[in-house]
């Protein structure tokens, strides 16, 4: 039996827990002579076996994060075209809408106001969920980032148009103030400088909109 338990089971450390289960016996039936080593023995190892099958494995390691979990940066985005042009786009953005509200505006004005912040934030919201990757994550239009991509650019476009042309209609309105001797507080040179970085933001998402249609004519799925 002893020969079948080792063939059957090589690892040493059974082979320990044997040599103890039969010294064991030994002391077991010296002391009580009632049940005899034979009997005593494969009680205790059938024992020891159950012990053994009871006891459950430790827990494995813990996986790492899947890959839809993970945040990783996306460098083809940030040093390709469209994050470049995301960058410059947030720039002349927020000259935009920092130059209009630091000037005294009113009417129409609060309207080109409105149009630069929304989608600075917008634009904003894009480049980081594209950066980190996690653009997958937004329900229903993560599928169709591209499109999305591409809808934001031509909707800002044809809004930053209407909003450039509200501060071209406003700084030819303020063209008074341009005078030598004009002593006066003016927004002249704030709703020129204004026009001018809405044209900028117009012609940027003009751009980035000309490249996601260029990779979606391409048969391309991801925006970088």
């Not at 994050?83 to 935009?96: M, T």
């Not at 912040?117 to 950066?131: D, S």
Request: hydrophobic residues 50%.
């Amino acid at each position: 039996m002893d020969g079948l338990i080792q063939d059957t089971y090589p690892p040493p450390l059974l082979v320990k827990i044997l040599s103890i289960l039969k010294c064991l016996c030994t002391l077991f039936s010296k002391c009580s002579p009632v049940l005899p080593s034979h009997i005593l023995f494969p009680s205790l190892l059938y024992f020891s076996l159950f012990v053994s099958t009871a006891v459950p494995p430790p827990p494995p390691p813990p996986q790492a994060r899947t890959a839809r979990g993970a945040v990783s940066l996306q460098r083809a985005f940030l040093r390709g075209p469209l994050g470049v042009l995301r960058l410059l786009q947030l720039l002349a953005g927020a000259a935009f809408w920092i130059t209009i509200a630091t000037s005294r505006y009113q009417g129409p004005v609060h309207f080109a106001l409105f149009v630069s912040v929304l989608f600075w934030l917008l634009t904003l919201g894009l480049y980081f969920l594209t950066l980190l990757g996690k653009h997958e994550l937004v329900p229903v239009l993560g599928s169709r980032w591209l499109v999305v991509n591409v809808a934001h650019d031509l909707l800002a476009a044809a809004l930053y148009g209407a909003a450039t042309g509200i501060m071209i209609s406003q700084t030819q309105s303020h063209s008074y103030c341009n005078l030598k001797d004009y002593q006066m507080s003016c927004a002249y040179h704030a709703f020129l400088a204004a026009a001018v970085c809405g044209g900028l933001c117009l012609g940027l998402y003009l751009l980035s909109a000309l490249y996601g249609c260029c990779r979606h004519y391409q048969g391309e799925q991801e925006v970088a």
